[in-house]
């Protein structure tokens, strides 16, 4: 069981396993928010066991800053201008 564990090492993660789940977060839920909690939790979690996180690799501030330019964007929700038929109505 021993061998099998050391196989299957959780910590420290690799940074490059990390930006791929970081890319598949942004794909999925198309939203940055959820990048960034997952970059804090790879940092807290890392924090706590006394390991270096892997989110300080320039390829995680790459991801977190593409799924920012490209999910980040607010939809414009503009309203059509009042019409004069509008105008006499009010």
């Known amino acids: 069981m021993q061998v ?3 196989k299957f090492r959780r910590f420290p993660a690799k940074p490059e396993h990390v930006a791929l ?3 598949y977060l942004m794909d ?3 939203s940055h928010s959820s990048v960034d909690i997952a ?3 790879f940092q807290w979690a890392h924090s706590l ?3 270096q996180s892997p989110t300080d690799s ?3 501030h790459a991801v977190r800053e ?3 330019r490209l999910n980040g964007k607010r939809l414009v929700n503009r ?3 009042v019409s004069l038929d509008m105008m006499r109505k009010i």
């Open 58 to 60: 320039p390829n995680i």
């Open 49 to 51: 066991a006394g390991l």
């Open 39 to 41: 970059i804090y939790v």
């Open 66 to 68: 593409a799924a920012k």
């Open 28 to 30: 999925t839920t198309q």
């Open 21 to 23: 789940y970081l890319q």
């Open 79 to 81: 309203k059509d201008p």
């Open 4 to 6: 099998l564990e050391m």
